[in-house]
């Protein structure tokens, strides 16, 4: 199976900063990763596809880059809104898998 | 707006069967994956596995031996069965949709894209 690492785990920020999260992918996926925001009780959105394409209806401050193994989401400005959980998922291979999560809070 | 719907038991007992259904509206069940993903209370996501319109299934090797995923494209509705239930398949479960535009099939196992619609989710208690 292929194993997503996210770094870091958790992360405060104020309204306005800009947010970096990462993602490893333990073998090569191409591009096939992709990035999804959770609120609490919510299902996940699709934010990002293909490691760097803006899912429709996103805002263009959410952004991706990366390929092969290394990846990053980011938040360019972050807003209420933003806050939340994001998780990376490779959709390269079988299993699918997904990334542990990344906790985006209030400072 | 196609929009996916979950239904089923909220509590079911240990080493029984858990069956979910998920109703596809305002939208097609052909030419997508149709999946099914987990989430244990205050966990991350875990994918249990997809089926084609064709029929085609693929699941996740760690719980391949408990799980069957159906359709009826007649219905707009494919099913998740999950074997021998025990407490840690405690879960909010989730259908999700992805497109087909993904890698080939023969050298990855898998050939669809990103989930782009997710239904609301169903909350499975596994209790007795």
């Known amino acids: 199976d292929i194993q997503m690492t996210q770094s870091p785990s958790s992360l405060s920020a104020s309204v306005g900063d800009r947010v970096t999260i990462t993602c490893r992918a333990s073998?090569?996926?191409?591009?096939?990763l992709n990035w999804y925001q959770q609120k609490p009780g919510r299902a996940p959105k699709l934010l990002i596809y293909?490691?760097?394409t803006l899912q429709s209806g996103v805002p263009s401050r959410f952004s991706g880059s990366g390929s092969g193994t290394d990846f990053t989401l980011t938040i360019s400005s972050l807003q209420p809104e933003d806050f939340a959980t994001y998780y990376c998922?490779?959709?390269?291979?079988?299993?699918?898998?997904f990334g542990q999560g990344t906790k985006v809070e209030v400072k | 707006q196609v929009q996916l719907q979950e239904s089923g038991p909220g509590l079911v007992k240990p080493s029984e069967t858990l069956s979910l259904t998920c109703t596809v509206s305002?939208?097609?069940?052909?030419?997508?994956?149709w999946s099914w993903v987990r989430q244990p209370p205050g966990k991350g996501l875990e994918w249990i596995g997809y089926?084609?319109?064709?029929?085609?299934?693929n699941y996740n090797p760690s719980l391949r031996s408990r799980v069957t995923i159906s359709i009826d494209t007649s219905k707009n509705q494919f099913s998740l069965k999950l074997r021998s239930l025990t407490a840690a398949d405690t879960a909010l479960y989730y259908c999700?949709?992805?497109?087909?535009?993904?890698?080939?099939?023969?050298?990855?196992?898998?050939?669809?894209?990103?989930?782009?619609?997710w239904g609301q989710g169903t909350m499975v208690t596994v209790s007795s």
């Open positions: 999700a949709r992805a497109d087909s535009l993904g890698p080939d099939y023969e050298t990855t196992g898998y050939s669809g894209g990103a989930f782009d619609i």
């Open positions: 305002a939208g097609s069940i052909s030419a997508f994956h």
């Open positions: 089926i084609y319109d064709s029929g085609t299934t």
């Open positions: 073998q090569f996926i191409g591009t096939y």
């Open positions: 293909g490691a760097s």
């Open positions: 998922q490779q959709s390269y291979s079988s299993p699918l898998t």
